[in-house]
């Protein structure tokens, strides 16, 4: 069984670019959620991705978007990068919606300078 | 509006002593609460996940208790050890949306 797998590790951008992230998730799950962990903070909820509709989405301003594919793999678009989305971007699969666990990839670290 | 915190926000012990972490929220339904450690820089691994129906779990060195009507959960170490050194989150799972929602986290070491 294959875990969660992000690509890629680290990335380093600048002011103004857009960035996409990518996640595997485990096999046999269909749920894909996003996080946002800045440095010395829990993570905080972005959006989640369900057959391939978001299913909820957090505090976060449209320039952060999604997709899920029909092998249920996702990414995370952030357009017009600023300094403050310097993070640990993290995603979490699961199967279905509701009491599922959701278990966590390695992460994403975004430097945006 | 469901919020989470943690106390303390940083604990130092010497080798094999026993510790507690603790976790606050302040809204009782939930549909679960999980414990995470997180190594510095790294991802989440899950250490104990507490469904509302259940008071404790328990992993080896580790017990985490639930009390959903106070709005706490302890995670307790017992003899730690200097490999145990990282941040602890707790989390909770609200029922009216998939999200999880984490705490701060408790950053602990374990001095040799």
């Known amino acids: 069984e294959t875990g969660v797998t992000q690509s890629p590790t680290h990335l380093i951008k600048t002011r103004g670019q857009q960035v996409t992230l990518r996640c595997s998730s485990q096999?046999?799950?269909?749920?894909v959620s996003w996080y946002q962990q800045a440095l010395g903070q829990g993570p905080q909820f972005i959006f989640q991705y369900y057959r391939e509709e978001e299913n909820g989405r957090g505090n976060f301003p449209p320039r952060f978007s999604g997709l899920q594919f029909p092998n249920y793999s996702s990414e995370l678009n952030v357009n017009a990068l600023e300094l403050d989305d310097s993070a640990l971007y993290l995603c979490a699969s699961s199967f279905g919606t509701g009491n599922n666990e959701q278990f966590f990839g390695p992460g994403t670290r975004l430097t945006v300078l | 509006k469901q919020e989470v915190t943690q106390i303390p926000a940083a604990l130092s012990v010497p080798e094999g002593e026993n510790l507690v972490l603790n976790c606050s929220f302040t809204?009782?339904?939930?549909?679960?609460l999980q414990w995470f450690r997180q190594d510095p820089g790294k991802g989440l691994t899950s250490l104990l996940l507490i469904q509302s129906s259940q008071r404790e779990q328990t992993s080896g060195r580790l017990n985490a208790s639930l009390d959903k009507s106070s709005g706490r959960s302890t995670l307790y170490i017992a003899a730690s050890q200097p490999g145990d050194s990282a941040t602890y989150l707790c989390a909770v799972r609200p029922p009216s949306y998939d999200k999880v929602i984490f705490g701060p986290g408790t950053s602990l070491s374990v001095i040799p």
């Open positions: 809204d009782s339904a939930i549909y679960n």
């Open positions: 096999s046999g799950h269909n749920t």
